[in-house]
């Protein structure tokens, strides 16, 4: 599960997974399994395709799915206001 911590952790290092491995506190990296960055990256793409309308409604509704099933609802609310 993403989590409002998850987003905080991802946008200080700027979505620089090298530098978070290389620079990331052990209990950071500890919190992060080995899928979460890679999401939280690909739905932060695809909030800007969905926000410039440059996508399909099912394309919109899975993202929405995906957000619902991954994201606790403070993280869904922090990582709309990343884009």
Known sequence: MITEQKLEIFKRYQGDI???????KNNEKNLF???DWSLIDSVLQDLKLV???LCSSEYK?????????NFDKKAIELINKMV
């Open 51 to 53: 926000n410039a309308e």
């Open 61 to 69: 509704e899975r993202l929405i799915s995906l957000l619902n099933d």
């Open 18 to 24: 090298d530098g978070f491995s290389r620079g990331g």
């Open 33 to 35: 399994d080995e899928k």
